[in-house]
């Protein structure tokens, strides 16, 4: 019998734990680089809320969780994704 629990993971912002379906998952890949929702290797995950991606720190709080700095192309991307959420939720979807 294989029993369906959830996977909870911490946020980097709020630092409350969630079922990982409601977490964005940024990995360290050891081949690719930062990957968001794939790769393996390091990963830090930020709830999908307004509150933790509208954080003003959270770039920072990332780079602190993967131990390494961001990618200029990588915040761009990130920027582009943490938005796009935000409309989603703006628009009550
Ligand atoms: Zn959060």
């Known amino acids: 019998m294989i029993q369906q629990i959830p996977v909870m993971r911490?946020?980097?912002?709020?630092?409350?734990?969630?079922?990982r379906q409601h977490l964005l998952k940024i990995t360290k890949d050891h081949n690719k680089g930062i990957m968001i929702e794939k790769g393996m290797g390091r990963s830090a995950y930020i709830c999908k809320s307004n509150k933790c991606y509208s954080d003003s720190k959270i770039k920072k709080k990332l780079q602190k969780a993967l131990k390494t700095s961001l990618e200029p192309e990588f915040i761009e991307i990130f920027e582009k994704e943490i938005t796009s959420c935000n409309d989603y939720s703006n628009k009550g979807i």
């Open 10 to 19: 911490r946020c980097i912002s709020c630092r409350k734990t969630y079922d």
